[in-house]
């Protein structure tokens, strides 16, 4: 408001180094406080006197105007738009072969701020030459540069196959691979990153990524003091396990399964969020998948989850990847049902305040299609009795139609029916004379004499 840009404008061209060298950082200071004051770096035509002579000054001068384009273009495509126009790009560029470390981990971070808006802004620093300098900072000495770079490489990969690619043509995999085992945990995080956006895309980027034999090693990063190693750990396992089932037969093969069983049941929240997913995607693929899943007692850690956690997609998650591990074979709806997790997922299904997306995942198990078809593939009705207590009418006359099923043909089932008290449960429901549910009750009651009915 004091006109305090308009002055630092000239301090640019000072015949003293220092000065000019403060009046960029002053200016980065500004511009980095919130998007306004980057506008008004940009509007009073600072950029083109910052890139003036630039590649004639020291490296202090260098990394300040590296700082001022990064707390420009952090804030909007729009601003770093403008960066780009006013020709920034190849002088960054330049600046990952200087000879001074610092001078190229400031123009990485400039370079990661522009690509992590959008494609397009990516592309831009992909045509400019920037991914195979990126690449080479990566086996650097400096732990900095090597985080920063990793960082802006996972910035570009993220969003598109095409990208993804530019970077594993530079030989950005194994380089990144070689610094899972790494004892810097803010690097482990940006590597992990970086191979997880590469692996999402495709099948053959996510082969890609498990050629440079990352198993079993990416597992230990599971079991790491940093929340964050952990988590992008598992995210990276999450995104090659998802493809095809072969992919993700090589995850179990590698102890990967119990791997992330263990992970999910050592932390909470957001963090164990990839995980879940991960048994679910895991289960999706076959039937010997699922069960291996189930083998590794995965069924517990998902039930915990849908008690333990508050927030909605976590439980949504837990929900559907429950349900990617029962919907196989009997036996499998059988070791869902037996952990007693339809009576949360009921609950959960019927909670008014539950978003749309956990009703709609815990419905895998309750509403009246998809509990049709659970409880015609489980052997064990029993675990199932509770739901008799708490589920509304539409869901109920379904649980009592799939028992006047099963316990025809089913001595063990009938006897356990009775003793639970879900027999009792049955005795206690008003239906309608003539009505399907009447018909469902009379069929179970014919299970039984006359005075165990009384």
Known sequence: NSGVISLLSPLLLDDVPTIQHTAALALGRLANYNDELAEAVVKGDILPRLLRSWSDQNRFYKKAVAFVLRAICKHSPQLAQAVIQCGALEMLVVCLEDFDPGVKEAACWALGYIARHNSELSQAVVDAGAVPLLVLCIPEPEIALK???????????????????????????????????????KLKRQ??????????????????????????????????????????????????????????????????????????????????????????????????LAMAVIVSKGIPPLCACLIEEREDHIQAAAAWSLGQIGRHTPEHAH???????????????????????????????????????????????????????????????????????????????????????GFKKVQEIEAEPGSLLQEYINTINNCYPEEIVR
């Open 147 to 185: 985080r920063i770079a990793a960082s802006t490489l996972s910035d570009i990969s993220k969003h598109s196959p095409e990208l993804a690619q530019t970077v594993v043509d530079a030989g950005a995999i194994a380089n990144l691979a070689q610094m899972i085992l790494n004892p810097d945990a």
């Open 191 to 288: 590597v992990l990153s970086a191979l997880s956006q590469i692996a999402k895309h495709s099948v053959d980027l996510a082969e890609l990524v498990v050629e440079a034999e990352i198993f079993p090693v990416v597992l230990t990063c599971l079991k790491d003091s940093d929340e964050y190693v952990k988590k992008n750990g598992a995210t990276l396992i999450r995104e090659i396990a998802k493809h095809t089932p072969e992919l993700s037969q090589l995850i179990v093969n590698a102890g990967g399964v119990a791997a992330v069983i263990d992970f999910i049941g050592s932390c909470t929240g957001s963090v164990r969020l990839p995980g879940i997913m991960t048994l679910g995607y895991v289960a999706a693929h076959s039937e010997n």
């Open 335 to 421: 070791a869902v049902a037996v952990a007693n997790v339809l009576p949360t997922l009921l609950a959960l299904y019927m909670d008014i305040r539950s978003s749309e997306d956990l009703q709609m995942k815990a419905s895998t198990f309750v509403t009246k299609r998809a509990l049709k078809n659970i409880l015609q593939k489980c052997t064990h009705l029993p675990a199932l009795e509770p739901l008799l207590h708490d589920a509304p009418p539409n869901i109920m006359k379904h649980i009592i139609g799939q028992f006047s099923k099963v316990l025809p043909h089913d001595s063990k089932a009938r006897r356990l029916f009775v003793t639970s008290g």
